[in-house]
């Protein structure tokens, strides 16, 4: 009998809690101020968001005064509430062809200078695998082209792709080699779809020297020249890439945080991220409209960080919050990759990161998080938005390969527990695409109401994970286990 007292007792305190942590959330949260903050985040003013253009600079000055008026701290080594982050945005060529044996490659149709500086003459070149740098060291690269495959083995996500190429051309830089070639041979995303997106200016990290090294793609689906160049058929490549003109952007992460109140756990962080950026001006729509407001990816998110800080500075959980609002992620999430390279905060005192991306909703009864059965604080997140009436549900489309399109994989490959909190989709639907970078994805088009209960569930479920007696960490067998045992040690 006392031990049914004791659960019945148990219980009732659990939802005591959880009801008293839920009221208070809903009678603190400013519906009014979010939705104006929501508004002028996706207004035509902030021209889309665009991390190269300078209508950016409203949106980071607006984001950092919400958080220090919110009286959320600057992170030590940051400059106030920014990290400043040294981009580069490099131009295709007005001329670009190589010819290699019997083949010939010519810009945009076979063959894609990425990153770079001009480049004219004769050059050897050396197979270097896939660029590892194992498969660099004792080779004298001095003068001559370093050919490599995209990616690594069991690593050919797009973000792998970029951040490995970055590795690789500082690589061989260090080597002596005057350019990197990576051959493209992934037969799964067409080579057509590739070369229509990357022939066009791209945004990179600027990472000094090694960013002058022409860094090139050209279409090998199979694989005939790493054969040319080992039986010396192919022994050299002539280059002409002419008038490549690189453009140096300084991008902005927004970055504060909020003490927690236990004298042990407040040396941990729970991060609360979301990215900022969207992709700025496009094709107009059938009504004249060119500029892409972004209210759902990521306005919404935005907003649901900012207003997390305004309630953690007031009623702050045992362990502290990092407040992290990430630029150019719609560049091949760069803002989070540079914080992950380069930390504000030791990585091993970040417990968990929540997440915010999404391409909108078709279902508002649910709150789709991605990652959900992966980490040990599921529960948490299950419990925050059934308290707000919703129901959380693990991706829908795995086969999107979501998780690691977003943000959070940057955190994740370095070992740090990290769900996305997305807006309830069941599939990619039209409803979806008919807002998903589209001119038509304005606050009018949203369901406040939903995106309210959202934004409440968002800062709930942070509490929740905030205050936990443990530490989340990785199911059992997941990919990112082994990261994490040794980011963290062992537990």
Partial sequence: MKKSLLGLGLILTVTFVAEAQKKKINKKFDEKSAISELTYLASDELKGRDPAAPEMALAYDFIAKQLESAGAKPVP??????????????SPPSKGTITMGDSSYNQGINLLVING???????????VGFGLPADFEGK??????????????????????????????ENAKKQGAVALIERYNIPSVPW?????????????????????????????LSNVLPKEISTGSTKSAEVQIEGKINKPIEGKNVVAWIEGTD????????????????????????????????????????????????????????RSILLALWTAEEKGLLGSRYF?????IPLDQIIYNLNIDGAGYNDTSIITVIGLGRTTGDDMIIEAVEDFGLKALADPAPE???????????????????????????????????????????????????????WKAYILAAQKIANLSYQPAWIAGDKYEEAGKALYGEK
């Fill in 77 to 90: 080594g940051a400059d106030g509430y920014f990290q400043n982050i040294p981009f580069r945005l490099s």
């Fill in 340 to 344: 992950a390279e380069n930390p504000l």
């Fill in 117 to 127: 500086e001009s480049l004219s003459g004769t050059f050897e070149l050396v197979d």
């Fill in 140 to 169: 004298d690269l001095t003068g001559k082209i370093a050919v490599s495959s995209v990616g690594a083995p069991n690593k050919l996500s797009p973000n792998d792709l970029f951040s490995l190429g970055s590795e690789k051309t």
């Fill in 400 to 454: 999107q390969g979501l998780y690691d399109r977003s943000d959070n994989v940057n955190f994740a490959i370095k070992g740090i527990p990290a769900p996305t909190f997305s807006l309830g989709f069941t599939a990619f639907d039209d409803e979806i695409n008919k807002y998903y970078h589209k001119a038509g994805d304005q606050v009018d088009s949203v369901d406040l109401d939903y995106v309210t209960l959202y």
């Fill in 263 to 318: 004298k042990n756990l407040k040396n941990e962080f729970v991060m609360l991220s979301a990215h900022y950026d969207h992709v700025g001006i496009g094709r107009p729509d059938e009504n004249g409209d060119s500029i892409y407001n972004g209210t759902r990816d990521n306005a919404i998110g935005t907003v649901a960080v900012m207003n997390a800080a305004k309630y953690f500075a007031k009623n702050p959980p045992k």
């Fill in 192 to 220: 057509q779809l590739i070369a229509n997106y990357l022939n066009r200016s791209q945004m990179m990290i600027d990472n000094g020297e090694s960013s002058k090294l022409p860094y090139i793609w050209v279409k090998d």
